[in-house]
């Protein structure tokens, strides 16, 4: 089925990352003119605009305010506007640290590296979908924010905040500025990515845990950005709205293989 993305201008943040990556490269094969957005990453950015006929590069902290400002206006000069967006990027804070020992410093770094980057994502591209009267919004959220993570509260909350109350939100205002503007989720459990190689790397915890799995095996950033694209398009998934695919193998919050 033609998804009906041809043409479309394409916001993907985090496209330094492997599933952000993995997003721009599906977009592209879509035949969108896709915007990859990076913050440390730009060598890797780049490499994979490279692989789409240099597809546009912009460098932004998305955690500041100014920067997420400065990179909306930036695409408003080069491409014009935007009609979809791919909310990616995002930290996951490797170490393990239960609640009780978790700093205050790193609790609020992780909901700035995660929640307030998208809050600040999804403003600005809003703004530009009240300028138009259309947009479709994609969010990328965890498993973790669906089933929590032990040693990792503040991931799962930001994201949970991402996936439920702001998403929930979102999906009832767009349709004030674009009447069939639509806001989706797709959460990945555990996904084969530059960000998780190195615990996927033991065998041990990848059973562990898969043990929650029907499909007992990590996903690949395409499975993961194969969904964002079909959320995305208004050709496939027109009157889909405010709903949350797990990308996870059919995990469950229980073991399925003991």
Not at 201 to 213: G, I
Request: hydrophobic share 45%; aromatic share 4%; glycine share 10%.
């Amino acid at each position: 089925m033609d998804a009906g993305l041809a043409g479309k201008r394409v916001l993907v943040t985090g496209a330094s990352g492997g599933i952000g990556g993995a997003c721009a490269r599906a977009f592209a094969a879509e035949k969108a003119q896709v915007v990859l957005h990076c913050n440390r990453g730009r060598e890797r950015a780049e490499a994979v605009a490279a692989e789409l006929g240099d597809a546009l590069v912009l460098q932004a902290d998305l955690t500041q305010e100014d920067e997420a400002e400065r990179l909306f206006a930036e695409v408003r000069r080069q491409v014009g506007g935007l009609e979809v967006c791919a909310a990616v990027a995002g930290v996951w804070p490797e170490e393990d640290v239960p609640v009780w020992e978790l700093p205050l410093e790193r609790w609020e770094e992780t909901l700035r590296a995660n929640l307030t980057l998208t809050f600040l994502t999804v403003r600005g591209f809003l703004r530009e979908v009240e300028g138009t009267g259309h947009g479709s919004l994609v969010l990328v959220g965890s498993t973790a924010g669906v089933f929590g993570e032990a040693g990792h509260a503040d991931y799962a909350a930001a994201k949970s905040a991402i996936v439920r109350g702001l998403l929930l939100s979102l999906k009832n205002e767009i349709v004030r500025v674009a009447p069939r503007g639509r806001v989706n989720a797709v959460c990945p459990g555990w996904t084969v990515s530059p960000m998780t190689r190195s615990t996927l790397d033991d065998p041990s915890v990848l059973d562990r845990a898969t043990q929650t799995m029907a499909l007992r095996k990590a996903a690949e950033v395409e499975d993961v950005a194969r969904q964002v694209v079909v959320l995305a398009s208004d050709e496939i998934s027109g009157h889909v709205s405010g709903q949350v695919v797990l990308v996870a193998g059919g995990m469950e919050g229980r073991l399925l293989h003991p």
